[in-house]
């Protein structure tokens, strides 16, 4: 055969092809849940943090104080129940303009990261880096208000 022959083109692309899949399909997904989380991904009940010591077994939903940022104010809002934080939200974050946008993206992905992570040792977001700082003070001190 010569090498411009149409049937070798056809089987060396549809052997180029299934190798290209038998790699996309061997490649193992991320098990850690602070990166599914980060992506934008859900994270199965599964992965539930552990209880939180010292904290009651029905303190409810308790807010932080103001964090002031360069950007502007952030105050969280988090529920616990039976110890574990259940729900964590953003009641004032920075906004306008860019400050908005950024804030807009990284929020949600602070609120997954408090309860994956059950405590405020969580990382910060590439971009937020001062709103995910208020964040983490605001969230400590209603996990300290919680626990207390």
Known sequence: MRKSHPVRRAVLAGAATVSGIVLLLSLKPA???????????????????????????????????????????????VTVSGGRIIAAEAVRAPGGGRSGQVTADAVPRLNRAAVLAGDADIDAVSGATYTSAGYRRSLQSALDRAGG
């Open 31 to 77: 098990s850690d849940p602070g990166a599914a989380a980060a992506a934008g991904g859900i994270v199965p009940p599964a992965t539930a943090p552990s209880p939180q010591g010292g904290r009651g077994a029905d303190a409810g939903t308790v807010t932080g104080d103001v964090a002031d940022t360069q950007y502007g104010p952030v105050q969280v809002r």
